[in-house]
């Protein structure tokens, strides 16, 4: 599929090409073909290579059919309950690389279900669409950007021009300067504006600026390794505008020892200029007005050096990154670098970094009936689109993880929630999973109920050989840890088995009561089982769950990388921010809504009080 960088009149294509060129910068040629018996003229311009797709939109494929007839006339008609029976299919459902162990026995799925979905993977061309990103092509079509998030954390000595440069080169000079900076500051070298050392640190940010980083961070702190490297250091995070989350974020630290961490890609973002702005002016009134208080103890993370500049940050204390790098494929970037590296030092982030790798290098390499991210990814467009089964919930049976699953959400939602394809054809297919999730075993206290007798939510158990931290009770029959990785072993076979109402009366149980406690099972889930989870294992988690996404967003011909979904509501908050201003400060009635949220301001004016500013300014 070609995309044009100028296309005339902005004619929507209505067709797709299966080419493969490789055209230097600045390349432009012309192309003409019929559409809706229409003459489409368009250029196209610096096209690295082109991004294939096949002929026919993927949902009218001979494949993608031969699935659908597969689920209603095969797997409609089986339970897991019996398939579980049988140890050859339980045998070839199973993949693992490096440690990570993929069980995808309990999903409703047969050998012969995978064959079908290779030969759709094959069809939408998913092999030569992992190598264009991999490669720099701007696949991200709607933004004209690679997608490269895998050259984070690729090796010093790789090589891979974009653009004429090597982005390599690029990104380890970035991480050289946090690896510099973030010992300088360990180590006493860069003190606070009194001369203590900094050992609390704030990272500012919101979305893929905070969810990324928090998820790791949380991951590390109760690690061996990662928990001595932080000692008595304090890693928070401020991304809601309310203030309550300022009052939390700052609540017991000494500004003398705490360094804040902007994190803003365009720096222009309103929630982490508001927080930015509001935590400088709480430096300030604890240790100065002076340039050197913000020097000493505000950095940033951005690519717009001038607004970081016109901030107070000192420039040689911005630590940047590049478009290529969306938002909630950044925590490999110096969005994560920075802050992570602050607490537990730059050696765990690079561990964390060769993880990601390691799986980067498998999702590119290993055949597609073996690779875990390929395997993840079939099995979600085949639960959502073929199954139709709209929301996924992730277990992950480590507390570190509490905050994995909202990365995640993120991650797929801002992803895949999509209703057109990259042709710009509204979907003719369910795509775009509703993601939640809970640590085991908090999730079976709070929503196994509705997983085990409500709605069917096919779900991923992630579990763990050692725990992070092993104990062992006297007088109890196993440890703490196998404790919990019994419930992770036996929530999956009870979603797939279930209860059946001749074992419920079996168990004595009155009639009126049976049909209240039968369990229908066959439910599907996955179960993924890791080694111990440290920084290497959790890089590798990272990269698993990304590629997954991508590889849904591939099959289903959607564009994974942009996120047009989060601006609107931005846009109608500028109007509403404006009228506060207005009535509030200037005595102007509200107009320009629709009854229901005029009656709502109204309410809202009525019952609360501004700020007594020395003096108002208009908000244009």
Same mark, same amino acid.
């Given at each position: 599929?070609?995309?044009?960088?100028?296309?005339p009149?902005e004619?929507?294509?209505g067709? #797709?090409f299966?080419?493969?060129?490789a055209l230097?910068?600045?390349v @432009?040629?012309?192309?003409?073909?019929?559409?809706n018996?229409?003459?489409v003229?368009?250029?196209v311009?610096s096209?690295?290579?082109i991004?294939? *797709?096949?002929?026919?939109r993927?949902s009218?494929t001979?494949?993608?059919? &031969?699935?659908e007839?597969?689920?209603k006339n095969?797997?409609?008609?089986?339970?897991l309950?019996?398939?579980l029976t049988?140890?050859e299919?339980s045998?070839?459902l199973?993949?693992?690389?490096d440690?990570?162990i993929?069980d995808y026995?309990?999903?409703r799925?047969?050998?012969e279900?995978?064959? =079908?979905?290779f030969?759709l993977?094959?069809r939408?061309?998913?092999?030569e669409?992992?190598?264009?990103m991999? @490669?720099?092509?701007?696949?991200?079509? #709607?933004e004209?950007?690679s997608?490269?998030?895998? &050259?984070?954390r690729?090796p010093k000595?790789?090589?891979l021009?974009?653009d004429?440069v090597?982005i390599?080169e690029?990104?380890w000079?970035?991480?050289?300067?946090?690896r510099s900076?973030?010992?300088?500051?360990?180590s006493?070298q860069?003190?606070?504006?009194t001369g203590?050392?900094?050992?609390?640190?704030? &990272?500012?940010g919101i979305?893929g600026s905070?969810?990324?980083?928090?998820f790791?961070h949380?991951?590390l702190? *109760?690690e061996r390794v990662?928990?001595?490297?932080?000692?008595?250091?304090?890693?928070?995070?401020?991304s809601?505008?309310?203030?309550v989350?300022?009052?939390? &974020?700052?609540d017991?630290?000494n500004p003398e020892e *705490?360094?804040?961490i902007?994190?803003s890609?365009?720096f222009?973002?309103?929630? +982490?200029?508001?927080?930015?702005?509001?935590i400088?002016d709480?430096?300030?009134?604890h240790l100065?007005?002076?340039?050197e208080t913000i020097?000493?103890?505000?950095v940033?993370?951005s *690519?717009?050096?001038?607004m970081?500049?016109?901030f107070?940050?000192d420039?040689?204390? %911005?630590?940047?990154?590049?478009d290529w790098?969306?938002?909630r494929?950044?925590?490999c970037s110096?969005v994560?670098?920075?802050?992570i590296?602050?607490?537990?030092?730059f050696?765990v982030?690079?561990r964390?970094l060769q993880?990601?790798?390691s799986m980067d290098?498998?999702?590119?390499?290993a055949?597609?009936?073996?690779?875990?991210?390929? =395997?993840l990814?079939? =099995?979600?467009?085949?639960? %959502?689109?073929?199954l139709?089964?709209?929301?996924?919930?992730?277990?992950?049976?480590?507390?570190?993880?509490?905050?994995f699953?909202?990365?995640?959400?993120?991650?797929?939602?801002?992803?895949?929630?999509?209703h057109v394809n990259i042709f710009g054809?509204n979907?003719?297919?369910?795509v775009g999973?509703?993601?939640?999730?809970?640590?085991?075993?908090?999730g079976q206290?709070s929503?196994?109920?509705?997983l085990?007798?409500?709605?069917?939510v096919p779900?991923d158990?992630?579990?763990?050989m050692?725990s992070?931290?092993?104990?062992?009770?006297?007088g109890e029959p196993?440890s703490?840890?196998?404790e919990?990785?019994?419930n992770?072993?036996?929530?999956?076979?009870?979603?797939a088995?279930?209860?059946t109402?001749?074992e419920?009366?079996?168990?004595?149980n009155?009639k009126?009561?049976?049909?209240h406690?039968?369990? #229908?099972?066959n @439910?599907?889930s996955?179960?993924?089982?890791m080694?111990?989870?440290d920084a290497y294992?959790t890089?590798?988690? =990272?990269a698993?769950?990304?590629?997954? +996404?991508?590889?849904?967003?591939?099959?289903?011909?959607?564009?994974?990388f942009?996120?047009?979904?989060?601006e609107?509501?931005k846009?109608?908050?500028?109007?509403?921010?404006?009228?506060?201003?207005?009535?509030?400060?200037?005595?102007?009635d509200?107009s320009?809504?629709n009854?229901?949220?005029?009656?709502l301001l109204?309410?809202y004016?009525?019952?609360?009080?501004?700020?007594?500013?020395?003096?108002v300014?208009h908000?244009?």
């Amino acid at each position: 599929m070609w995309r044009p960088s100028k296309c005339p009149n902005e004619v929507s294509l209505g067709f #797709t090409f299966s080419l493969q060129l490789a055209l230097p910068k600045q390349v @432009r040629f012309s192309v003409k073909s019929r559409v809706n018996r229409k003459l489409v003229v368009c250029t196209v311009e610096s096209v690295g290579s082109i991004y294939q *797709t096949s002929d026919v939109r993927i949902s009218k494929t001979s494949e993608w059919n &031969a699935l659908e007839q597969h689920a209603k006339n095969v797997i409609s008609k089986t339970h897991l309950r019996d398939l579980l029976t049988d140890p050859e299919r339980s045998e070839k459902l199973w993949a693992e690389f490096d440690g990570c162990i993929l069980d995808y026995s309990r999903q409703r799925v047969l050998p012969e279900t995978m064959k =079908l979905l290779f030969d759709l993977a094959n069809r939408a061309k998913l092999q030569e669409k992992k190598e264009a990103m991999f @490669r720099g092509d701007k696949i991200n079509i #709607t933004e004209n950007r690679s997608v490269l998030h895998t &050259a984070l954390r690729a090796p010093k000595e790789t090589q891979l021009f974009v653009d004429g440069v090597n982005i390599i080169e690029s990104v380890w000079q970035v991480l050289e300067k946090i690896r510099s900076f973030s010992n300088r500051v360990r180590s006493g070298q860069h003190t606070g504006v009194t001369g203590r050392p900094i050992k609390n640190f704030i &990272a500012i940010g919101i979305g893929g600026s905070y969810l990324g980083p928090e998820f790791l961070h949380e991951a590390l702190r *109760t690690e061996r390794v990662a928990s001595a490297a932080a000692g008595d250091r304090i890693l928070r995070f401020l991304s809601n505008v309310d203030p309550v989350d300022v009052k939390r &974020a700052t609540d017991k630290l000494n500004p003398e020892e *705490t360094m804040a961490i902007v994190v803003s890609k365009t720096f222009t973002t309103r929630e +982490t200029n508001i927080n930015a702005k509001t935590i400088k002016d709480w430096l300030i009134y604890h240790l100065g007005d002076s340039p050197e208080t913000i020097k000493k103890h505000m950095v940033a993370c951005s *690519t717009n050096l001038d607004m970081v500049v016109k901030f107070g940050i000192d420039p040689e204390n %911005m630590f940047p990154f590049w478009d290529w790098v969306g938002g909630r494929y950044s925590v490999c970037s110096s969005v994560g670098a920075l802050p992570i590296s602050l607490q537990y030092g730059f050696d765990v982030f690079e561990r964390f970094l060769q993880g990601a790798h390691s799986m980067d290098d498998h999702f590119r390499y290993a055949p597609l009936e073996r690779n875990l991210p390929v =395997l993840l990814g079939l =099995l979600g467009v085949w639960n %959502m689109s073929f199954l139709h089964y709209n929301a996924r919930a992730i277990h992950p049976y480590s507390e570190a993880l509490l905050r994995f699953p909202a990365h995640i959400q993120q991650l797929d939602m801002e992803s895949n929630g999509k209703h057109v394809n990259i042709f710009g054809e509204n979907v003719d297919y369910p795509v775009g999973e509703i993601d939640f999730g809970e640590p085991g075993t908090n999730g079976q206290h709070s929503f196994f109920q509705l997983l085990h007798m409500g709605q069917v939510v096919p779900c991923d158990f992630i579990g763990f050989m050692e725990s992070q931290n092993p104990v062992c009770e006297e007088g109890e029959p196993v440890s703490n840890h196998d404790e919990l990785m019994a419930n992770f072993f036996a929530q999956p076979d009870a979603l797939a088995f279930g209860k059946t109402a001749e074992e419920v009366e079996k168990e004595g149980n009155p009639k009126w009561l049976v049909p209240h406690m039968v369990f #229908t099972g066959n @439910r599907p889930s996955s179960c993924l089982l890791m080694p111990v989870l440290d920084a290497y294992v959790t890089g590798q988690l =990272l990269a698993l769950y990304e590629h997954r +996404t991508a590889v849904q967003g591939f099959l289903w011909e959607i564009n994974s990388f942009d996120q047009f979904g989060v601006e609107l509501g931005k846009v109608l908050a500028n109007k509403v921010r404006k009228q506060l201003n207005e009535s509030r400060y200037f005595n102007k009635d509200i107009s320009g809504f629709n009854p229901s949220t005029t009656r709502l301001l109204n309410r809202y004016l009525e019952g609360s009080v501004g700020c007594a500013f020395e003096h108002v300014y208009h908000y244009e």
